[in-house]
């Protein structure tokens, strides 16, 4: 998620202030604007995850009933 989000931020400043093209009927700053603050939650609400980067870490531990088998797994993901 925080890959997509500084994408629409630096998207969003492409439009805000890159591009000198005026639409009729369309407002290409205020959709800059738009996306940069959308693209700024998104980041922020990535980073209070911790998952910035998409890391990921589960370990499991299993013992049977008969105190004899431990059954560990652990899985371990990322880009």
Do not use: N, P, Q
């Not at 890159?18 to 290409?28: N, P, S, T, Y």
Request: proline fraction near 0%; charged fraction near 20%.
């Amino acid at each position: 998620m925080g890959a997509l989000s500084i994408l629409l931020i630096a998207g969003g400043a492409v439009l805000a202030f890159a591009i000198e093209k005026e639409a009729e009927g369309v407002d290409l700053r205020l959709i800059g604007v738009i996306l940069m603050v959308v693209g700024s939650v998104g980041l922020l609400a990535s980073l209070m995850r911790g998952s910035m980067m998409g890391f990921s870490s589960t370990r499991e531990r299993h013992i049977s009933g008969d105190g004899r088998t431990v059954v560990e797994a652990e899985h371990t993901s990322g880009i």
